[in-house]
């Protein structure tokens, strides 16, 4: 019971009751909130956002950030279609092949950002048009399409005609990441990276190493996102995931992670991922126009990191509790 009412108190417990709160009040509005095609369609477009903000939400705990997400992603898309379509690979080998080349571009920010000391939003903003240049000067912006049915089906499938497949790698991702962070020294090395830098490598946390591994998975899981995105289209764009990095720096922060690094978790990051897309997905049957929605997802994301900054810091309560209630 103390758990489940911790965890309500929380910026995701919190986030999590929106997130009810906003569909049941929509379903009573419109009717057509609670479908299985509606939830179908949500958890679908939310999974490829939640997989990278999984990413995300590990650089998050080390105090760092990754803006390149959503062009590894595409580099990595581009290339799965390329082994698949230009050279014939098997979709499964295409597949791993591709995410390969996630984990190294990962590890190229995680170079610069652990061993050179270099501010990961700069070196991340840099990589992000560096990666952004590559498929445009490969694909010349032009689509890669005839991608094979296999890979197409394994993005698209449904397992036992109600759970998508995309969901259930979601999830699967979800549970290994947990087990990670909670049960493995990698994991509590991750949490005491971002708590606090200098007693970590003081203590004999290999920092650096830490460091280039998070970055190295972060980038892995774009990839993951971008080539499944490509298979579900059955071809490549250009335009693949190019809001995910706004996208999955809010689903980590709307599920409770801390920009100041040490505080989040990954099933945090699948509520924060879904609020977004039930705010997308309302907005789209309430006939309201779309614009609206960068706006309303704006807005809660800084009311979220208000409400963390106000919860965590006595100094701020005090000055409120003075403003209210005069004491």
């Known amino acids: 019971m103390d758990k489940v009412t911790k965890f309500f108190k929380s910026t995701a417990g919190m986030v999590l009751l929106v997130t009810i709160f906003v569909g049941i009040a929509v379903h009573i509005t419109t ?130 005609g109600i759970l998508p497949n995309i969901v259930i790698i979601m999830i699967v991702i979800c549970l290994l990441l947990t087990l990670m962070l909670k049960r493995t020294k990698l994991g509590r090395y991750i949490y005491a990276l971002g708590g606090n830098r200098n007693c970590a490598k003081i203590v004999g946390i290999p920092t650096e190493r830490i460091e280039l591994m998070v970055y190295c998975l972060s980038g892995w899981l774009a990839a993951i996102a971008g080539i499944l995105m490509s298979c579900k289209l059955a071809s490549f764009q250009a335009s693949i995931g190019e809001s995910w990095q706004m996208d999955s720096i809010t689903a980590a922060v709307l599920g409770g992670t801390s920009m100041a690094g040490g505080v989040g978790s990954v099933v945090g990051t699948i509520i924060g991922g879904i609020l977004s897309s039930v705010i997308s997905t309302c907005i789209t049957l309430l006939r309201i126009s779309s614009y609206w929605e960068t706006i309303v997802t704006g807005a809660v994301v800084l009311i979220a990191v208000l409400i963390d900054a106000i919860k965590d810091n006595p100094v701020i309560q005090s000055k409120i509790k003075r403003t209210l209630f005069g004491k």
């Open 31 to 160: 009717g057509n909130f609670f479908t299985a095609y509606n939830i179908s369609t949500l958890t679908r477009a939310a999974s490829f956002v939640i997989i990278v903000g999984f990413g995300q939400t590990i650089v998050l705990l080390t105090g760092g950030i990754d803006l390149s997400v959503a062009t590894i992603g595409s580099v990595c898309g581009m290339a799965s279609a390329i082994f698949m379509v230009d050279y014939g690979i098997h979709p499964y080998l295409a597949i791993f092949l591709a995410s390969l080349i996630g984990i190294v571009l990962g590890g190229i920010n995680g170079f610069f950002i652990a061993y050179f000391k270099v501010t990961p939003f700069i070196v991340t903003l840099a990589t992000m048009q560096i990666y952004k240049g590559i498929v445009y000067v490969i694909t010349k912006g032009m689509p890669i399409t005839g991608m094979p049915e296999a890979a197409e089906s394994l993005a698209n499938g449904v397992i036992g």
